[in-house]
């Protein structure tokens, strides 16, 4: 799917921990988006579909928690499969979005600052 992965090996046995560190990430992608210089629609685009990004998140995360251990385990099996592949795919999106439309790199920058443990 995608030629980025997370390079953080931080959060390999953790994954509530992996997940809350997604939405903080998200959430500050959610604050950025409203700063940027791009047109409406595709500002838009992009805050929606972080904004899903973290209500996804949040129901994994009420999933882990309330699974027994043995459903747990093959829910993490899961997300630690899925979860780097399919937001190393939204973060790249968003930066040749950010990079198509906004001039000011120091907007991509700042996304790139956002996503330390993607190499973009």
Known sequence: MSS?????????????AYINRLDQQSAQ???L??????????RLELQQSWRITRQKLAYFR???????DGFKRELEQLHNALL?????????VGAMMIS?????HRY??????IWTNFKL
Do not use: G
């Open 4 to 16: 980025i992965q997370d390079t953080s090996s931080d959060f390999q046995h953790n994954t509530l």
């Open 29 to 31: 992608v959610v604050a």
């Open 33 to 42: 988006a409203e700063e940027l210089p791009m047109p409406l629609s595709l």
């Open 62 to 68: 009420r999933e882990l928690e309330r699974a027994d």
């Open 84 to 92: 780097p592949e399919v937001i190393s795919y939204q973060v790249r």
């Open 100 to 104: 198509d439309t906004c001039t000011d």
């Open 108 to 113: 991509l920058h700042r996304w790139k600052a």
